[in-house]
């Protein structure tokens, strides 16, 4: 059987189910409604999904199917009109199939109880006997006569054997280096990786470092309204998205020619009349300076009040960097492409097909962790969203080629295979790293990744669970990129799945509450800024005596 590609909404009384079905006869289908299981039917497509809150077959439910997009909706009622389903977006979780209901198989009704039989049971229980089993390696290779396990829950050995020499880990010896060992080799590493020239020379030449600085990435842009209803969470407050002057001066084109009703292209002859006669640079600053007076005059206005022309949210949407047009078919065309509506981009929770597909794909499973396990896998999850986070600010959300090798050295998680025991040690090793290994090492600009961690884990499972897919889908470019999918990334998207919304709040509240001083990464940082200061003064004296 197949399963569908499927969406979720819903309003106060029922649950609203589309499903696409491409080429399909959808009156052959058949639906069941019992309680918390909703299953669906038409061959060769089977769905079945298991809600946490109940619905009710009363005579209310009902379909329709458009023939031309191919959409069967569905309205499925609840069992208690008006309350709120909170997971219509853990795509995973609602396809794992329902727990068997547990009971007594056997009754005890003589002999002796000295009290071992009962726990026994217990542990049983704890074990999870019904979690899916899988048989263990049997190459002596695989890391099990030493024990050395890894990967989330610390589940995995064995995966990496006859990858020891490739660049996939920064750790060479995966198969055989305990948990101490991958910690202190790490440590080591970091020491050796930090070049004090570098990080004097971004210090001083920081003009990519403070473009990424004013890059807003999608985490601090206004929720879109349907994605805020749909999570009962506050828009966030955003700042201005950081406009080159070709952007500034074309989005000034496009709202021109939306105000007069003139076509773009006469708008931008008259624009590059007024670029000639002031510059680019003075005419781009006072168009950004009256978008930020828009912001203003709309944060302090009443919330009803939607005007037409550019809002908070259009202000801060990306804008597609597109060199200035010397065309006039050029000019519409960007016209074109900045008049999408704004639906076609997916909000928080409104998963693309491909991430979809990525959701449909993961394994359905639960986990039984320790209190020491479940805390490294908060403070992983920090350390890989902060390496997610990185990257996406540095490359303004568009990645590069260098994104795999960039997410993985700058999560201990991932190429170390040791994650953090606290939040201070994921945000510091994090911040660490961000010094020793990529194109721009820059204290401001690490911590500044740092905020944007809690920012991401205040906005809830459907932003962090967005995040998660995307750093998979870029660390899988690379080289066997698939087993850090094994041994983390599927897994941290499944069982983010599984987490209340408020344990990410509290992480973040956690991580946001942090003070980390430049002498903690064990660098003298403020000494080699001075240095740098110093030497650049006197290159300007120098400068300056020259006749």
């Not at 499925?76 to 909170?86: I, N, S, Y």
């Not at 995966?159 to 060992?181: H, K, M, T």
């Not at 500034?248 to 007024?274: I, L, W």
């Amino acid at each position: 059987m197949i399963t569908p590609r499927f969406s979720l909404t819903q309003d106060a009384d029922f649950v609203l189910l589309a499903i696409r079905l491409p080429n399909i006869r959808a009156d052959e289908g058949e639906f069941y409604i019992d309680g918390h299981e909703v299953k669906f039917h038409l061959h060769p497509y089977f769905l079945r999904l298991t809600f946490r809150r109940a619905l009710v077959e009363d005579g209310r439910e009902r379909a329709e199917h458009d023939v031309g997009s191919g959409v069967l909706t569905v309205w499925l009622p609840k069992a208690t009109p008006g309350e709120h389903f909170d997971d219509l977006q853990m795509v995973t979780e609602l396809l794992r199939p329902p727990a068997p209901k547990k009971g007594p198989l056997i009754e005890v009704v003589g002999g002796d109880d000295d009290g071992d039989d009962d726990d026994d049971d217990d542990d049983f229980d704890e074990l999870g006997i019904d979690v899916e089993q899988q048989l263990p390696p049997t190459d002596e290779s695989s890391g099990l006569a030493t024990g050395v396990r890894y990967g989330f829950n610390g589940a995995y050995s064995g995966v990496f054997v006859g990858d020891e020499q490739r660049e996939l880990l920064q750790l060479s010896d995966p198969e055989s280096a305990d948990a101490s060992a991958r910690r202190a080799a790490r440590e080591a590493a970091e020491a050796d990786a930090f070049d004090a020239d570098h990080y004097m020379a971004d210090f001083m030449e920081d003009d990519g470092v403070q473009a990424a600085l004013r890059y807003v990435p999608w985490w601090h842009r206004p929720w879109p309204p349907q994605a805020e209803e749909e999570s009962g969470a506050a828009p966030m407050a955003a700042e201005p998205a950081a406009l080159t002057p070709d952007q500034a001066v074309m989005m000034a084109v496009e709202d021109a020619a939306a105000a007069t009703g003139t076509d773009v292209a006469t708008s931008y002859a008259m624009m590059e009349q007024m670029v000639q006669e002031h510059g680019k640079e003075a005419l781009a600053e006072k168009i950004v300076d009256d978008a930020n007076a828009l912001i203003a005059a709309a944060a302090a206005a009443p919330a009803a009040a939607a005007p037409e022309a550019r809002t908070v949210a259009a202000l801060a949407a990306p804008i597609a960097a597109e060199p200035m047009a010397t065309e006039p078919a050029a000019a519409a065309a960007a016209s074109s492409a900045a008049a999408a509506p704004a639906s076609a981009a997916p909000a928080f929770g409104v998963y693309t097909t491909e991430e979809a597909d990525q959701l449909a794909r993961l394994p359905r499973k639960e986990y039984l962790m320790e209190a020491a396990e479940r805390r490294r896998a908060w403070c992983g999850l920090v350390d890989v969203l902060y390496a997610y986070a990185y990257d996406e600010r540095t490359t303004d959300g568009e990645g590069t080629v260098e994104s795999p090798w960039t997410i993985r050295r700058l999560s201990a998680t991932l190429s170390w295979l040791d994650p953090p025991d606290s939040v201070h040690a994921a945000a510091l090793g994090a911040v660490r790293r961000a010094l020793c290994y990529p194109l721009y090492r820059h204290w401001r600009l690490a911590l500044a990744v740092v905020a944007d961690v809690a920012a991401l884990l205040r906005l809830g499972r459907a932003a962090v669970l967005r995040a998660l897919l995307r750093c998979r889908a870029t660390v899988q470019a690379a080289e066997h990129g698939y087993l850090l999918h094994r041994v983390w990334l599927d897994d941290y998207c499944v069982w983010v799945q599984q987490q209340p919304e408020e344990r990410l709040a509290t992480l973040a509240d956690q991580l946001g509450a942090l003070q980390l001083e430049r002498d903690a990464v064990g660098w003298p940082l403020q000494a080699y800024e001075e240095l740098a200061q110093g030497d650049g003064e006197e290159e300007d004296e120098g400068e300056g005596e020259v006749v």
